[in-house]
């Protein structure tokens, strides 16, 4: 289970999802703002894959906008995706808009070819900036700037057993791996059947974990350096190793609910319920140890706008309409709304059916929750504010390396060098 949503995780860090009209890379490299046959504006948005609500977003924006033909292309395929994209953007041609999230951004930010939308928003008399997930805009920033806006958004988030819990005193806020490797050994050994902090992975999937929510520490995009070399991270290898070697975690399968913590992705306010419950019947949110930022944000689409694009207040009313509520309200639309009301909505009727008993979790059960658990995440949706954008490469490399470290076939030394040398090449290319 945790594995299939750690790939999924990995998943939405790299891959582009949605679009809407297919085309192939001659769409993708045409320049927008051209006038099409019935005197309209055309602004281009450019998404690797087709997706039912981006079909309707075109209608709607359309309907609502009957100057402007908006122009959705897709090239179904997410190497073509890059490649054509960024050459076109490189070259001054390209879409208007652009999908943005496995795309190299600094790059693109230090050449001036991304819009920076922070004055276009604030100008903006249609959205409501108090009801926006500001935490989640203002974590995106970057060198003071607001160069893309996400759809919506997913919470990497860090739950345990409650009722185990209880018997031990955890300052989750503060703890490091060494304390909760302790904490663990003693709670997994407690109890009549022995229990595991982490199961059914391979070392080598904690550690991708752990660079990603520490990416900045480790990788500065920016100045093109990593730090894979420094005692940082050979510490992180050595305490993932020793964890294992002590039994506090295990390679070995465990049914839902038999290990004691969980690492998962929540992608939608019913996650709450059914992504928690299923694993204890009193679930606990938790700050994963050494992570000194708040929850991890994983966001679905991401966009930009081309600065070079001849239509920009024309492409910054698409991106303020796929904020509005009306389309942050669609079902189809993946993850997180950008809009605290969407949120609370469906976080509040979810809370009242539970109230009232008619709440039922995927396998039929009827949940527990207290009020307490539906204002803690509530806050925990307010507060997530740790973002980097990870290079999928860079988070496969590490797990490629490292196994041979965790196998016993290398040293910690040689395998943190051979990382540090690849990711730096990666870096430099």
């Not at 190299?104 to 959205?127: G, R």
Request: with cysteine; hydrophobic share 35%.
């Amino acid at each position: 289970m945790r594995k299939f949503q750690w790939i999924l995780c990995i998943g939405m860090l790299i891959t582009i999802t949605t679009a809407c009209r297919s085309g192939g890379s001659e769409e993708v490299e045409r320049k927008g703002g051209n006038a099409s046959g019935e005197g309209k504006t055309v602004v281009t948005l450019s998404l690797q894959r087709s997706s039912a609500f981006f079909q309707a977003v075109e209608r709607k924006f359309e309907e609502k906008n009957s100057g402007i033909d908006l122009q959705i292309q897709s090239t179904e395929d997410y190497e073509k995706y890059q490649k054509t994209t960024n050459t076109a953007l490189l070259a001054g041609r390209g879409p208007d808009i652009f999908e943005i999230s496995s795309l190299p951004i600094d790059d693109y930010m230090s050449k001036k070819l991304l819009l920076n939308l922070d004055e276009l928003m604030k100008q903006d008399a249609t959205l409501n900036k108090s009801e926006l997930q500001m935490n989640i805009i203002d974590a995106l920033k970057m060198n003071g700037g607001l160069y893309s806006i996400p759809s919506g958004f997913n919470l990497r988030a860090f739950v345990g057993d409650g009722d185990l819990l209880q018997k031990t005193n955890v300052d989750d806020k503060n703890w490091t791996w060494k304390q909760f490797a302790e904490i663990s050994k003693k709670m997994g050994e407690s109890g009549k059947e022995r229990r595991y902090a982490l199961a059914n992975d391979p070392p080598e999937i904690l550690l991708q974990e752990m660079i990603v929510d520490k990416y900045a520490e480790f990788v500065d995009q920016t100045a093109k350096k990593a730090k894979f070399d420094s005692p940082l991270f050979l510490e992180a290898m050595q305490q993932i190793k020793s964890m294992y070697d002590n039994k506090v975690m295990t390679t070995e399968p465990a049914d839902v609910g038999k290990q004691m913590f969980y690492s998962t992705v929540l992608q939608s306010p019913a996650d709450v319920i059914n992504g928690l419950h299923q694993f204890y019947s009193n679930p606990k949110l938790l700050q994963k140890p050494e992570q000194k930022s708040g929850t991890r944000i994983v966001t679905t689409s991401q966009f930009a706008i081309q600065a070079k694009s001849p239509v920009k207040e024309e492409a910054w009313k698409v991106i303020a309409f796929l904020l509005s509520e009306e389309i942050q309200s669609m079902q189809e639309r993946e993850g997180f709304s950008m809009l605290k009301s969407v949120n609370e909505k469906q976080l509040n009727d979810i809370q009242e059916q539970v109230k009232k008993g008619t709440y039922k979790l995927p396998d039929g059960k009827i949940p527990k929750v207290s009020d307490e658990e539906f204002t803690k995440f509530k806050q925990l949706l307010s507060t997530a504010d740790n973002y980097s954008m990870v290079k999928g490469s860079i988070i496969s490399i590490i797990g490629d390396e490292a196994r041979s470290f965790f196998s016993g076939q290398k040293p910690a030394e040689e395998v943190a060098k051979l990382i540090q040398s690849r990711v730096t090449t990666l870096l430099n290319e």
